[in-house]
C-alpha cells in the first residue's frame, strides 16, 4: 500500500513495519462488529497515531500507556513503530480489549497488552509511576485528561494528547489541573498527519514532580467533577 510504505519511510521505522500496518488495518475492517467509522483509516487511524514519533523523547522511551484506548488507536500503531518499547492500551470496556487483543496477535504485535480497567485503577496498583509517555486521544477534556495520566507517568514523563481545533478556556483549565497533579503543559504542536487534515494538535505535558499522594481519586471523580 503506497501511503503505508510512504509512513514508513517518512518515519525511518524497520522493513517490516508496513507489513504490519497492514495486517492491523485488514483485521480491523474484518472485524465483525465495527469499532471504528473512519472513512480513511490509513491517514486518520495510523498516520494520525504516528504524529507521537515528532515529540521529543518518545523514540527514547521505553514503555508507554494509551489511555482509553478504544480499538487501539494510536497505541497499537506506537507499538509497531517502536518494537522495543513495552505498550499498555487502557480500556475499561471488555468487549474493545478483545478487539485490541485481536488486532495485536493478526499483526504479529508482541510488545503491547490491552488493560481491561480503568485509568485510575491501574494507577492505585501496579501502573503508578510506570510509564515514560502517556498517550490519549479523543477521550476528554484536557483538565480530566491530565488527571488521568499524572499518577501513571514517572517524574520526567510526558503526556501526549490528541486534539482538534484548539479552545483557550480548555487549555487554561488544564494547565491549572496539570499543576495541580505535578505536570506543566510544554507546548501545542499543530499536526497535519495528511492531505487536508485541519485543526489537529497534540498537547503536551511534562511531569515535572511528584503527583500528590491524593490522586489518583476514585473511578470516575476526575470526569464528573474536573480540577480545574
Not at 12 to 25: I, N, Q
Not at 159 to 176: F, H, S, T, Y
Not at 212 to 221: C, I, L, S, V, W
Request: glycine share 8%; proline share 6%.
Amino acid at each position: 500500500m503506497k501511503r503505508i510504505a510512504e509512513l514508513v519511510e517518512e518515519y525511518g521505522l524497520s522493513a517490516d513495519a508496513a507489513d504490519r500496518f497492514e495486517r492491523l488495518l485488514s483485521a480491523l475492517v474484518a472485524e465483525p462488529d465495527p469499532h471504528t467509522t473512519v472513512e480513511d483509516p490509513v491517514n486518520q487511524h495510523i498516520a494520525d497515531s504516528l504524529t507521537a514519533l515528532r515529540v521529543d523523547g518518545v523514540r527514547a522511551a521505553r514503555t508507554l500507556v494509551d489511555i482509553g484506548a478504544g480499538a487501539g488507536f494510536p497505541g497499537l500503531p506506537l507499538a509497531i513503530a517502536l518494537p522495543g518499547v513495552h505498550v499498555d492500551l487502557i480500556e475499561s470496556a471488555r468487549r474493545k480489549c478483545a478487539v485490541i487483543e485481536r488486532l495485536a496477535l493478526a499483526a504479529g504485535i508482541g510488545n503491547a497488552r490491552a488493560l481491561p480497567l480503568r485509568a485510575e485503577e491501574w494507577a492505585a496498583s501496579e501502573g503508578a509511576g510506570g510509564y515514560d509517555i502517556a498517550t490519549v486521544r479523543a477521550v476528554a477534556s484536557l483538565a480530566v485528561l491530565v488527571e488521568y495520566a499524572a499518577p501513571l507517568l514517572r517524574v520526567g514523563g510526558q503526556l501526549i494528547a490528541w486534539k482538534g481545533r484548539r479552545d483557550e478556556a480548555e487549555e487554561v483549565a488544564g494547565a491549572l489541573a496539570a499543576e495541580m497533579v505535578g505536570l506543566r503543559s510544554i507546548d501545542v504542536l499543530e499536526t497535519r498527519p495528511f492531505a487536508g487534515a485541519r485543526d489537529l494538535h497534540l498537547h503536551l505535558y511534562l511531569k515535572d514532580r511528584e503527583t500528590p499522594g491524593r490522586f489518583p481519586r476514585r473511578p470516575g471523580a476526575a470526569a464528573k467533577r474536573p480540577l480545574a
